[in-house]
C-alpha cells in the first residue's frame, strides 16, 4: 500500500499547490490592500525590503513548506478515495467493453 499512499500524498501535494499558486497569482493581480483569509498567517506579514519582495518571499520557503505539506496531509485520504473511484470506474467501464465486444463476437459467430 505504500506506493499507492505515495502516489496519493504526491497528487494532493500538487493539488495544493497548483491552488496556492492560483490563489497568488489572483491576488498579486488585484493589488489587495487587506489580507486574504485563505493566506496563511506566517505570509501575511509585510516583507522587511520593500524593494527586495523575493528575498522575503524566499525567506519563507520553510513556512510555506511546512503549511502545503500539512495540507496535502490532510488531503491525501480524499485523493486515495479519488484515485480509488477512477479504478473502479475504469474497470466497470473496461469489463463493459470487453463484455460487449465478446458478445459481438460470440453473437456473430453463431448467426
Excluded: C
Amino acid at each position: 500500500m505504500t506506493p499507492i499512499n505515495l502516489i496519493s500524498f504526491f497528487l494532493a501535494l500538487a493539488l495544493v499547490d497548483a491552488s496556492l499558486a492560483a490563489r497568488r497569482a489572483v491576488f498579486r493581480s488585484h493589488d489587495l490592500p487587506v489580507k486574504p483569509n485563505w493566506l496563511p498567517s506566517f505570509l501575511s506579514a509585510a516583507p522587511a525590503q520593500a524593494h527586495a519582495p523575493e528575498s522575503w518571499y524566499h525567506s519563507k520557503q520553510r513556512e510555506l513548506l511546512r503549511f502545503e505539506t500539512a495540507e496535502a496531509f490532510r488531503l491525501r485520504d480524499s485523493v486515495l478515495l479519488g484515485i480509488a473511484g477512477v479504478l473502479v470506474v475504469g474497470a466497470v467501464g473496461g469489463g463493459l467493453i470487453a463484455w460487449t465486444a465478446w458478445d459481438g463476437v460470440v453473437g456473430q459467430r453463431s448467426v
